[in-house]
């Protein structure tokens, strides 16, 4: 048990479908993040939050929607979704924004998320 | 560009031996780096760190090497068990305005018994 939980573990949708993962930390940590890893290819970070604010979108595509409403939660809006998004989506903590080095990121197991 | 890769994608040991999984970086800027071990349905768990002014760090059964002169780390895994089993990330830190962690691809270790 890391601290962090992530729900669905699993979940299946149509390219016309609109879900939404969870994320919940129980770390009292400052910061959270979306991470996607696909099959073959490198953890790839899609979104970062500090203290409930967005300070970084990597250059994700809009049909992915995050929410952040208060530091222990986030979501992953998901609209529209195209059948090469499918892969794993992880969540993570740290105690604060990884800028200086030193911060660890605490991850959830993860949503396995197939687009038919 | 910047990437951080893995030199092995898979590596086969035999139960109690010593595991030696090795990782290139190439951005000398960066100043810290980790290691994740990441299990089958489940999430990269932290195993060890180093920063850069450092060139060895040891922890429980865990060794993290950094080679600044030619930019490579490893990890190396004492007595290796069954329960090591598992896919390895490194990941360096090069800071930047914001801060990220990139990851390499992984190297999945299989321990036989």
């Known amino acids: 048990e890391t601290g962090v939980t992530q729900t669905p573990r699993h979940l299946v949708m149509g390219m016309t479908n609109k879900k939404s993962l969870k994320c919940e930390q129980h770390?009292?940590?400052?910061?959270m993040y979306w991470y996607k890893q696909s099959a073959k290819k490198p953890l790839e970070l899609m979104f970062v939050y500090s203290l409930e604010e967005r300070v970084e979108n990597n250059s994700v595509p809009s049909r992915f929607s995050p929410e952040c409403p208060n530091s222990s939660h986030l979501f992953l809006h998901l609209h529209t979704l195209q059948p090469e998004d499918s892969a794993l989506y992880l969540c993570?903590?740290?105690?604060?924004?990884?800028?200086?080095?030193?911060?660890?990121?605490?991850f959830g197991s993860g949503t396995q998320l197939s687009v038919l | 560009g910047e990437s951080v890769g893995l030199h092995l994608p898979t590596l086969s040991v035999q139960e109690g031996d010593n595991s030696i999984i090795n990782c290139a970086y190439s951005n000398s800027a960066s100043d810290y780096f980790i290691w994740y071990k990441q299990e089958s349905g489940k999430g990269p768990q932290f195993i060890i760190d180093?920063?850069?002014?450092?060139d060895k760090r040891q922890g429980q059964r865990v060794t993290v090497l950094l080679n600044k002169t030619v930019k490579h780390l490893s990890l190396q895994i004492a007595a290796t068990q069954p329960g090591d089993s598992a896919v390895y990330f490194c990941a360096e830190n090069y800071g930047g305005s914001q801060g990220n962690l990139i990851f390499g691809k992984g190297t999945k270790l299989s321990v036989k018994p």
């Open positions: 993570a903590s740290s105690q604060d924004r990884l800028q200086a080095g030193g911060e660890k990121l605490f």
């Open positions: 180093i920063r850069s002014n450092m």
């Open positions: 770390l009292g940590h400052n910061a």
